[in-house]
């Protein structure tokens, strides 16, 4: 099995960026689909985005969309989650979540294994 190590969050002011590491600690992501979610003070958990196994697919949320880029590095070991222009709203815990299946999959449901989450906070 895979375990997923996120690392990478911190604070950062309206409009900046940060980047997110998901690393793989005891296999490659070679065969795993790789998602974020995030999980902000007092609201439900959320699909942020997601990279399917092969590496060529991608899907976003919609809040994130055109903000946000996720790849994986040559080895497989390693996903980034690319965060641009953030927003106070992207203010939360960000959690990196791995299964093994060949599709886009936003419902959290549907991954096996969790990172210990990285927290994110953004100023204005």
């Known amino acids: 099995q895979v375990q997923p190590v996120e690392s990478g969050g911190g604070s950062v002011q309206v409009g900046g960026s940060l980047r997110l590491s998901c690393a793989a600690s005891?296999?490659?992501?070679?065969?795993?689909?790789v998602a974020w979610f995030r999980r902000a003070p007092g609201k439900d958990r959320e699909f942020v985005a997601t990279?399917?196994?092969?590496?060529?697919?991608?899907s976003f949320a919609d809040t994130v969309k055109g903000r946000f880029s996720i790849s994986k590095n040559y080895a497989k070991t390693t996903v980034y989650l690319q965060m641009n222009s953030l927003k106070p709203e992207d203010t939360a815990t960000y959690f990196c979540?791995?299964?093994?299946?060949?599709?886009?999959?936003?419902?959290?449901?549907?991954?096996?294994?969790w990172g210990q989450g990285t927290q994110v906070t953004v100023s204005s």
């Open positions: 979540a791995v299964a093994q299946f060949r599709g886009l999959e936003t419902d959290p449901s549907k991954y096996e294994y």
């Open positions: 005891g296999r490659s992501f070679n065969t795993y689909a």
């Open positions: 990279l399917s196994w092969t590496g060529d697919r991608t």
